[in-house]
């Protein structure tokens, strides 16, 4: 009996282990049996974790406003703001004060970035994790971050809903020529083949910019003209108003109504930050019902029932695609 009470409080007084976790690194790293405070390394880890378990997710890095905090679950809605983890800096000294136990980064899984999965935990002691952030991946990322933050329930409600929107069929009859852009002027002009434009890539939409390097590049509305896409898509609500100027009513696009802005609350839906809220823009491409769409996937992915008044808000301004 001595011996059993022996090894009972060993068990309740030593810090566990959890299974080793193998990441999109290729390493295998030991991480603690229930993390309590979890750093995310960048804004689309943030809003993963701010489906799966907000109450442990330390913050958000970066500003999120007052009116997309009001469509997230209380747990993830009252989140102070983190530092951003880009290998810069003294990483150890900025996140000291927030005594992190795991770190979490999720998106693009390029040598760049496995590097600085690895950079980070050996600068700052923590357990570090890089998961795979294309859309394929969201279902098992899902579940795996519900087994080692303890969250089963919610990651599996999250991952049905990411399989039944990824599940949808996709049109083999129309592959629109599209141009979507950053910024209020409408002229910062994401590239093809990135992780920002995989949402269109994965519906067989063929992505259009100008000739250059980067993620992003730098466009004129003649630039545009020459481009011709079928289909222009704005990431900036500001936006909305250069297309009812001359200069962008006389493109193609504009004129045919087929120029819209991308819907942005809480999170942008084509990306911004390219995370899990990429779903939403592959059910909204696809002539999902703005409206019932919004609701379910706030209900079900960011755990908070919309009010109607939420509901109103956040349908409103969103515009339906033309077939």
């Known amino acids: 009996m001595h011996r059993l009470i022996a090894i009972l409080i060993l068990l309740y007084a030593t810090p566990a282990m959890a299974a080793d976790v193998t990441d999109a690194t290729g390493r295998t790293v030991a991480i603690p049996d229930a993390p309590q405070r979890v750093l995310p ?3 689309p880890a943030a809003v993963l974790l701010a489906t ?9 890095p970066g500003p999120v406003s007052d009116s997309a905090r009001a469509l997230l679950a209380p ?4 989140k102070d703001s ?14 000291e004060p927030l005594h992190p136990d795991l770190i979490i980064d999720y998106g693009n899984i390029s040598p760049h970035y496995q590097q600085l999965a690895r950079d980070t935990q050996q600068k700052t002691g923590i357990p570090t994790l890089l998961f795979d952030g294309s859309l394929d991946q969201i279902p098992t990322v899902a579940r795996t971050l519900g087994r080692i933050l303890h969250q089963p329930d919610q990651a599996e409600a999250v991952a049905r809903f990411a399989e039944a929107i990824l599940a949808l069929p996709i049109p083999t009859a129309s592959h629109p020529r599209v141009l979507y852009a950053r910024d209020e002027d409408g002229l910062l002009v994401a590239a093809p083949n990135t992780d920002v434009t995989a949402v ?3 519906l067989g939409w063929q992505v259009v910019a100008p000739d250059g390097s980067g993620t992003f590049r730098h466009a004129t509305v003649d630039a545009i003209r020459v481009l011709d896409p079928d289909v222009i898509i704005l990431a900036n609500p ?26 942005s609350e809480p999170f ?3 990306e911004e930050p390219p995370s899990i809220n990429r779903l939403l823009g592959v059910a909204w491409l696809q002539g999902a019902d703005p409206r019932t769409l919004a609701a379910l996937f706030n209900t079900i992915v960011y755990n908070h029932a919309l009010t109607p008044a939420q509901l109103a808000a956040v349908a409103g301004a969103i515009q339906s695609l033309k077939p």
Do not use: C, H, N
């Open 52 to 60: 799966i378990a907000p109450a442990q997710m330390l913050g958000f």
């Open 200 to 202: 269109f890539t994965r």
């Open 75 to 78: 747990a993830a809605s009252g």
């Open 268 to 270: 942008g839906w084509i």
């Open 41 to 43: 390394a960048g804004p």
């Open 82 to 95: 983190v530092p951003r983890l880009t290998g810069g800096g003294d990483m150890r000294k900025a996140i």
């Open 238 to 263: 500001e936006a909305r108003s250069l297309l009812a100027t001359p200069l962008w009513a006389s493109l193609r696009a504009v004129r045919e109504s087929r120029a819209y802005i991308a819907p």
